[in-house]
């Protein structure tokens, strides 16, 4: 498993290389394959590599952080209810279904040999940038949400790991913070 | 990528074989590798091998998803903020963090040759079974929420796959619902 350790969110440039759509294909596959609470399979995706409609996308796009990506992945959601607890609350698990998903597809496309990153906050803030490119895409608003986009491409620059706290500092046996 | 497409949730019977603690290490290694939205780390991770501490977590889960696990990982987590956008709202990314973390660990599970299932919806439903586990493992009410329970350990029956939608129905290419 070593894509897990070696993925990192990337946001420098891209090399103008096309993603092969079988390379596009097996990522979305490695998204889809995820559990989703109650197999509920609350996301979809939507691979784009038309350079008409990256440019339209790359206009809602601010910051712009893949500007140079010759291909993206856009996440849809659809916030079904799971099921109902025995205290009459509705469970919806639809943000962990599409993290994982999403993890998955990191980890495929560290995999194949590109770089990604996972671009949520800026998609989903109340300036509604997810909602333009959902439009855009087709997306019927009363059912599907998007709520994040994957960059795809080949790396132009070095990788730059963020720095992390220690094991010690997060992982514990048989106790909070014992061992 | 094969742990990818192998994983599968286990919610069978477990072989009485103790998790070596270089695997349970190496499992939430994984885990703690996976983004967070703006490198905040919310999860924190408690690996549980001890024999009276698994008994005394087995008698709170309802339904007894983990019965049988030599082991198993409590997940927590901090609601952070990660940051207030341009309009006075703030973002918290602790779901989608624990969410990455957790598929990882899944993912590195599967690799070592154990099994494993995602347990949330029974953790934090309104009956608070994971509050009472984090008590148990001395977890502080005020910063962490215990989120998820992961069992770990070696099937002891056939692995069931679920099954999924078909591809064409969940992912395409270049707009919704096309090619």
């Given at each position: 498993?070593?894509?897990i350790f070696?993925?990192h969110?990337?946001?420098?440039?891209?090399?103008?290389?096309?993603v092969?759509?079988?390379?596009?294909?097996r990522?979305?596959?490695?998204?889809l394959?995820?559990?989703?609470?109650?197999?509920?399979?609350?996301?979809?995706?939507?691979a784009?590599?038309?350079?008409?409609?990256?440019a339209r996308i790359?206009?809602?796009?601010?910051?712009?952080?893949?500007?140079?990506a010759?291909?993206?992945?856009?996440?849809?959601t659809?916030?079904?209810?799971?099921?109902?607890?025995?205290?009459?609350?509705?469970r919806?698990?639809?943000?962990q279904?599409?993290?994982?998903?999403i993890?998955?597809?990191?980890?495929?496309?560290?995999?194949?040999?590109?770089?990604?990153?996972?671009?949520?906050?800026?998609?989903?803030?109340?300036?509604?940038q997810?909602?333009?490119?959902?439009?855009?895409?087709?997306?019927p608003?009363?059912?599907?949400?998007l709520?994040c986009?994957?960059?795809?491409?080949k790396?132009?620059e070095?990788?730059?790991?963020?720095?992390?706290?220690?094991?010690?500092?997060?992982?514990?046996?048989?106790?909070?913070?014992?061992?």
């Amino acid at each position: 498993m070593k894509a897990i350790f070696e993925r990192h969110s990337y946001r420098g440039a891209y090399l103008q290389e096309a993603v092969p759509r079988g390379d596009l294909k097996r990522i979305m596959e490695a998204g889809l394959a995820a559990p989703s609470g109650c197999n509920k399979q609350n996301p979809a995706l939507i691979a784009v590599d038309d350079p008409e409609l990256l440019a339209r996308i790359r206009e809602i796009m601010q910051p712009p952080l893949a500007e140079t990506a010759p291909a993206l992945i856009c996440v849809l959601t659809r916030r079904k209810i799971a099921y109902r607890d025995g205290f009459g609350r509705d469970r919806c698990f639809a943000v962990q279904d599409y993290s994982a998903a999403i993890e998955n597809m990191l980890l495929e496309i560290v995999h194949l040999g590109y770089q990604s990153c996972w671009i949520e906050g800026h998609v989903t803030d109340a300036d509604l940038q997810g909602e333009r490119i959902a439009a855009l895409l087709g997306v019927p608003k009363e059912t599907h949400d998007l709520v994040c986009v994957l960059p795809i491409g080949k790396a132009a620059e070095p990788i730059k790991p963020v720095k992390k706290r220690a094991f010690e500092e997060r992982a514990w046996f048989n106790g909070y913070e014992k061992e």
